[in-house]
């Protein structure tokens, strides 16, 4: 019952990497609207697939705890450590990677994003596998809510929902962070520290939805458990709403709740067919993401960044727009292009058993 659960997991989260790498290499200047994240209030599709990976993160360290029952050993507390600091070194190696590749100095390390994807799963991670530790779950349950009672507070408090400078995650950004390591695309860093805070709360959410997965009761009964949860989720995201609306760039309480509401739903649904109903064809391809999640994520990452500096990219979008005849549908071409190119690599791990561990 257990191995089933987790090949549920596999997919979920292979179909998680797969989007994340399509969202984060659009190959042109115009993409289609659920290919974008969203300007500011309001969830597209891609807005979807961080989130998710956090709520399955949040699962997933559940299940690997519970293997050790909990316990603060020293060498749990190793691995937590090691693989927290892993995840942050990667994450700012790419960027120092990418600013090498873009023509930045090889020992430039005063423009490097200290911020990220990378960064966040990996505060989320250790931060939540050590509340684990020393919390019990209705504890950890409690603190998810208070985190995002107190960081909501904080948004409608100081300008929270003000696009510019003037939003508490930009001061906040700028009051710790020196100059050049800031993010500077927009005025709100998507990944910014404060957004940390919530963030975990959202990683909480996914791994008390992993308990009930852990329950020793019939599969069916689990199921239907966290089918209710993620209606609860969901509606509690609606209400919230409306004083708090859905935000991704801030990582607003409702958008938490609706999120992990979302991947609630999707993981029972895809748990009911795979393991309840048996059906398991077609599901290679996501399997393969999923045993190998952040590695096939970092490579996707690394191959966009060595097509875009290299000039490749720009000549690969002209020629399937020579033929596409459209920009957007050009560029979600190139995108899925280099994801499939990832999983010429990811496939024959997959099949060989071969798991690398980030």
């Known amino acids: 019952m257990n191995q089933k659960r987790l090949l549920s997991l596999d997919i979920m989260r292979g179909i998680t990497i797969v989007f994340m790498i399509i969202v984060n290499n659009g190959g042109g200047p115009e993409n289609y609207m659920h290919l974008e994240h969203s300007d500011w209030n309001g969830i597209t599709a891609c807005d979807l697939v961080f989130p998710f990976f956090l709520f399955i993160m949040g ?51 005063g423009h490097l994003r200290l911020t990220g994807v990378l960064t966040r799963i990996a505060l989320c991670y250790g931060i939540v596998s050590l509340m684990a530790l020393y919390m019990s779950r209705r504890a950890m349950a409690a603190a998810a809510a208070l985190l995002l009672i107190l960081y909501g507070a904080a948004l409608l408090l100081w300008n929270g929902y003000a696009n510019d400078l003037t939003n508490i995650n930009a001061v906040i950004d700028r009051a710790l962070l020196p100059e050049g390591h800031l993010y500077t695309r927009r005025s709100v860093d998507p990944e910014g520290i404060l957004g940390t805070i919530p963030s975990v709360a959202h990683t909480i959410i996914g791994f008390c939805c992993g308990a009930i997965l852990m329950k020793k009761e019939s599969l069916d009964a689990r199921l239907l458990k966290l089918f209710v949860v993620a209606m609860l989720l969901l509606f509690g995201g609606f209400l919230l709403s409306g004083v708090l609306p ?40 996501f399997e393969a993401f999923g045993v190998n999640p952040l590695f096939l994520y970092v490579l996707g990452g690394v191959a966009g960044i060595i097509l875009g500096s290299t000039g490749a990219k720009p000549e690969i979008y002209n020629w399937i727009f020579g033929w596409a005849q459209s920009p957007k549908m050009a560029s979600a071409i190139y995108a899925i292009s280099l994801m499939l190119a990832v999983g010429l690599v990811g496939l024959p791990l997959y099949r060989k058993r071969i798991y690398i561990k980030i």
């Open 59 to 109: 699962m997933t360290t559940y299940l690997s705890l519970a293997k050790r029952d909990f316990q603060a050993s020293a060498s749990s507390l190793r691995k937590i450590f090691k693989r927290t600091v892993l995840i942050l070194l990667i994450g700012w190696a790419i960027h120092w990677f990418s600013n090498v590749c873009y023509g930045k100095g090889f020992l430039d390390f």
């Open 246 to 285: 859905e935000n991704k760039r801030v990582w607003s309480p409702s958008y938490v709740l609706t999120t992990c509401g979302m991947a609630a739903a999707l993981l029972a649904t895809i748990s009911f067919f795979t393991d309840v109903k048996g059906y398991r064809k077609g599901f290679a391809f």
